[in-house]
T-cell receptor
Framework: GNSVTQMEGPVTLSEEAFLTINCTYTATGYPSLFWYVQYPGEGLQLLLKATKADDKGSNKGFEATYRKETTSFHLEKGSVQVSDSAVYFCALRTGNQFYFGTGTSLTVIP | DAGVIQSPRHEVTEMGQEVTLRCKPISGHDYLFWYRQTMMRGLELLIYFNNNVPIDDSGMPEDRFSAKMPNASFSTLKIQPSEPRDSAVYFC?????????????FGPGTRLTVT
């Protein structure tokens, strides 16, 4: 079946630290991969996406590369800010079905 | 565009009462999804519609839950009777089929508390 596994949180980092949130997936066919971000009290917003192997999605300093050989889509940012504090969800899509990970809470302290 | 609109944003009700959550998808979108989010179970897909027709309701927890989409601009999720374990944040999302670029747009959610 289709599923997404992402690293457990919560994650706490100091401002300007390097961020990695691991995500691996299991899927039939050729999924598209996504990272969504949820700020407190809000719905999920698309952060970035990649639709085929070796694609790199990027937005707001965040990056993730679609690695078919390791079935991974790890989220990275070189220097986090306090405003990046949120919950991050890895997701995959096959056909018109989406599958979300459990979310990783990130807190960035000044 | 106003985005996906959900109402109410917060709902507090007593066990046994009927609860109706509402969603207005983005104009032109042909898919609509209802999700439930809890700390214990994360984000769960309850049901989704395509062109107002329910396609997969296998995530609906039990017969107390029902969802309708009478037209392209409105959907409801009803819980009758409600129970404390239904307390969660309920999200509506919509999308428009666009091949590989297909993505979902979420509403702000309805926080339901059943006492």
């Amino acid at each position: 079946g289709n599923s997404v596994t992402q690293m457990e949180g919560p994650v706490t980092l100091s401002e300007e630290a390097f961020l990695t949130i691991n995500c691996t997936y299991t899927a039939t066919g050729y999924p598209s991969l996504f990272w969504y971000v949820q700020y407190p009290g809000e719905g999920l917003q698309l952060l970035l996406k990649a639709t085929k192997a070796d694609d790199k999605g990027s937005n707001k300093g965040f990056e993730a590369t679609y690695r078919k050989e390791t079935t991974s889509f790890h989220l990275e940012k070189g220097s986090v800010q306090v405003s990046d504090s949120a919950v991050y969800f890895c997701a995959l899509r096959t056909g018109n079905q989406f599958y979300f990970g459990t979310g990783t809470s990130l807190t960035v302290i000044p | 565009d106003a985005g996906v609109i959900q109402s109410p944003r917060h709902e507090v009700t007593e066990m046994g009462q009927e609860v109706t959550l509402r969603c207005k998808p983005i104009s032109g979108h042909d898919y609509l999804f209802w999700y439930r989010q809890t700390m214990m179970r994360g984000l769960e897909l309850l049901i989704y519609f395509n062109n107002n027709v329910p396609i997969d309701d296998s995530g609906m927890p039990e017969d107390r839950f029902s969802a309708k989409m009478p037209n392209a601009s409105f959907s409801t999720l009803k819980i009758q009777p409600s129970e404390p374990r239904d307390s969660a944040v309920y999200f509506c999302a919509s999308s428009q089929w666009a091949g590989w670029s297909y993505e979902q747009y979420f509403g702000p959610g309805t926080r339901l508390t059943v006492t």
